[in-house]
């Protein structure tokens, strides 16, 4: 593939590593490419960071086809920079893609775009603790015509932002609140999609329990509010009774890579992990029955989050002392060491970025 470098006048300065926030900052450059239904994806680019010029009739704007990954770069402690399982977040894609009736973008092509781009802003990997550069390929139709139908023009773009460090304060259990009001998906419908649209929809539920405090909400299956989905934007998991339970995927919950990792992670340590429908009420009464050990939401920007209570129906339930615990600990430790090159690859899940 031909990728064409438009390089910029001057280079943006390099922003304090202990002050980056999420999502903040962007670097120098983005990649940039575009879908014809007659010519295939074509004119590959890096170029300067700038704004998007589209039409006010695009696709995106009117009928929200977008679909998005999200996935870091990391600095090891010897200077090197890589990634975490890419071509997962690609192979995800195209699955989401084929929702959204939007173009699949050939894998080996998709890599050499996210290689040769994060090749370019390499620099822009921090090197403080915690901290990593975000990536952030996304893809929407871009049609310009209010006409209805799936789409014949798309853009794809990879942006690319220094974040810092998740758990700056240190990792605190958080306070989630079980939703059961608002979905945030169905089967048959988008849930195993990462689009846009997905996270426009679970909006309301976050405002509300933020209001109450809670800073995530537990989502329950959308047909009878019964089976435990998510949390927040994070795949779930609990240790109920010595034995890791996390919810099976059944077309409403998003594949994370994250999951995935950890599902792979825990069957190399031997302990017992299954994926199944669970239901609110098991929930309920292994937290009323002192069975559940420990609960912890899973994604790529925490890696894991721990979850300390659990509030349904106004009844508040600690977890795990409102502590971390044992296994939660160890997977973050593991993943991150992973991750940032502390602790030895054994699974290939590392890609140098040279
Ligand atoms: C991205 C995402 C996750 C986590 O996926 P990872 O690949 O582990 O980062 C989980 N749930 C939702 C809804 C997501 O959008």
Same mark, same amino acid.
């Given at each position: 593939m031909e990728i064409k470098f438009v390089k910029r006048e001057n280079l943006k300065a390099k922003p304090d590593e202990y002050n980056?926030?999420?999502?903040?900052i962007f670097t120098d450059y983005m990649f940039m490419m575009d879908y014809s239904t007659? &010519?295939? @994806?074509?004119?590959a680019r890096i170029v300067p960071f700038e704004n998007l010029s589209i039409h006010p009739a695009s696709t995106v704007l009117h009928y929200g086809s977008e679909i998005f990954e999200g996935l870091k770069a990391y600095r090891r402690e010897d200077g090197k920079v890589q990634m975490f399982r890419p071509m997962e977040n690609i192979r995800r894609m195209n699955t989401s893609a084929e929702r959204l009736c939007l173009p699949e973008i050939p894998e080996d092509m998709a890599y050499e775009a996210l290689m040769t781009f994060v090749s370019t802003e &390499?620099? @822009?990997?921090?090197?403080?603790?915690?901290?990593s550069l975000y990536l952030r390929p996304f893809m929407f139709g871009n049609d310009e015509t209010l006409g209805v139908h799936a789409v014949h023009n798309a853009t794809f773009v990879i942006i690319a932002s220094p974040v810092g460090s998740y758990y700056k304060e240190g990792i605190n259990p958080v306070r989630i609140m079980i939703e059961d009001e608002d979905v945030r998906a169905v089967r048959g419908g988008t849930g195993y999609a990462k689009c846009g649209g997905n996270y426009a929809a679970s909006n309301r539920a976050g405002e509300r329990a933020a209001q109450k405090g809670y800073s995530q909400v537990l989502w329950l299956d959308g047909v009878e509010r019964k089976y435990i989905e998510e949390v927040g934007a994070m795949n779930v998991m609990f240790k109920i009774a010595g034995e890791v339970v996390t919810p099976m995927l059944?077309?409403?919950i998003l594949p994370g890579i994250t999951r995935k990792s950890i599902i792979e992670l825990l069957g190399r340590e031997g302990i017992k992990i299954t994926e199944r429908l669970l239901s609110i009420d098991e929930l309920e009464a292994a937290m009323e029955n002192g069975t559940l050990e420990e609960a912890w939401g899973c994604g790529t920007a925490a890696v894991v989050s721990p979850i300390g209570e659990l509030c349904y129906k106004g009844v508040k339930y600690e977890v795990g002392g409102g502590k971390i615990g044992e296994v939660t600990q160890k997977l973050y430790d593991t993943l991150t060491g992973i991750q940032w090159g502390k602790v030895e690859d054994t699974f290939g899940w590392t890609v140098e970025v040279k």
């Open positions: 980056l926030g999420f999502g903040k007659e &010519k295939g @994806w074509y004119d &390499k620099d @822009w990997t921090p090197s403080a603790p915690g901290t059944s077309g409403s």
